[in-house]
């Protein structure tokens, strides 16, 4: 899923790369994501979220 990509309904944006991934998968893992999926902000709207504090390297082994 993650490589893939198929079916990402959310954007992360890291050092101008955009990451497709999967919000039930991010929320299940993080409670941060979980909280804010499930508020009304920017990101829930735009399907977006951008990280401006972390490199490339360090947020894909994250994600990992």
Known sequence: MLESG???DVT???EGEELPAHKAVLAARSAVFETMFETECL?????K???EDISLD???QLLR
């Open 6 to 8: 198929k079916f990402s």
């Open 49 to 51: 979220v951008h990280f």
């Open 12 to 14: 992360l944006c890291v």
């Open 58 to 60: 360090v947020f894909k």
């Open 43 to 47: 990101e829930t709207r735009s399907g």
